[in-house]
């Protein structure tokens, strides 16, 4: 039996395709208002939302992680909640718990953070796996569990993770099955010299990251255009011949001796995703293996595990799945 909320969540506006594609491609330059030099992660991040999948950002501390999913749900008009995530953060702190209320005598639910849009899992990997595990099912199901009783999440909803890099003390490694849940991982990387100097005559002018309505970014889209986005990603075709090369590649990174842990069947189901999606916000209606080949990393480069003795060689994941897909030959 379907719910209302599902219902009508799944019911797609009368907003043309071509007016949702024009709208989502301006929140590139909406969110570019606050954050300098990161088109391919805003890109990211409307890939995830048209797939309804999960991101999760990998950056050093200062690239503006957090400032970037801010910036885009403002742009978006959607809501948006953030949870500094830390060794003693109790799985209820993030879903919700019962709370006794002594003037009705009974249990009443509140919700907790993750009853959102977007919600800002901040530095991740520092919670135990307990807590981690308390998003397995909010991620995959849209709704969370308490006493028996399923309460299903607001649509869309998309967890936005980041993580640190380069610091391993006091951090709990993501498991592989909360791992495969991301739809992407995204690297946001240092800004360039240029869009450095840009970021800093920025605050020398007063800019306040805390105040986007005064930077001028404004909502340029919202839900009915997402609907609309993702009723035209549903209508991108896929020949067999794309379909198998997605396969393969996927098939490839098992038998890699690089990797003790291959890309599994979910996984080449994103990369189908991923690969309509962003052939949609190029404008076409198929999609290619160029397509496949653009969104490869960040699709798989997470769902893959290196051997140590290749870790210890300086092999990366990034640069087990460019071999990959060198030597995986591509449809005509």
Not at 82 to 92: A, E, K, S, Y
Not at 98 to 127: C, Q, S
Not at 297 to 310: C, D, M
Request: negative net charge.
């Amino acid at each position: 039996m379907v719910s209302e909320s599902t219902a009508s969540a799944e019911t797609v506006p009368a907003m043309d395709s071509q007016q949702a594609l024009t709208a989502l491609r301006s929140l590139r330059g909406e969110v570019a208002k606050a954050v300098v030099g990161q088109d391919a992660v805003v890109t990211g991040l409307v890939i995830a939302l048209l797939c309804r999948g999960h991101v999760l950002l990998e950056g050093v501390p200062g690239v503006a992680k957090t400032l970037l999913v801010r910036a885009l749900s403002q742009a978006l008009s959607l809501d948006v909640k953030r949870v500094q995530f830390t060794p003693d953060l109790m799985p209820g702190d993030v879903t919700g718990s019962l709370v006794y209320d002594a003037k009705t005598a009974e249990f009443e639910f509140r919700e907790g953070p993750v009853f959102t849009n977007l919600l800002l899992a901040d530095e991740i990997n520092r919670t135990p796996p307990k807590t981690q595990a308390a998003l397995l099912e909010a991620m995959e199901e849209r709704q969370v569990s308490v006493e028996g009783l399923g309460r299903p999440l607001p649509d869309p909803f998309v967890v936005c993770a980041t993580q640190n890099p380069i610091e391993y003390e006091g951090t709990y490694p993501l498991p592989e099955a909360q791992l495969d849940r991301f739809l992407i991982k995204l690297t946001v990387p240092l800004p360039s010299r240029d869009d450095e100097i840009s970021v800093v005559r920025r605050h020398a002018s007063g800019f306040d990251p805390r105040d986007l309505g005064a930077a001028g970014v404004t909502a340029v889209a919202g839900t009915d255009e997402l609907a609309a986005g993702r009723a035209g990603v549903r209508g991108v075709h896929v020949d067999p011949k794309v379909a198998g090369y997605i396969v393969d590649l996927c098939r490839a990174t098992r038998s890699s001796p690089s990797l003790s842990l291959g890309v599994s069947p979910r996984g080449a189901t994103a990369l189908l995703a991923t690969s309509r999606a962003w052939a949609w916000l190029s404008g076409r209606d198929y999609v290619t293996p160029d397509d496949v080949k653009a969104l490869a990393r960040p699709t798989l480069r997470h769902r893959v595990q290196l051997r140590p003795e290749a870790e210890l060689e300086g092999a990366t994941a990034d640069g087990v799945l460019e071999g990959v897909l060198t030597t995986v030959p591509a449809p005509a």
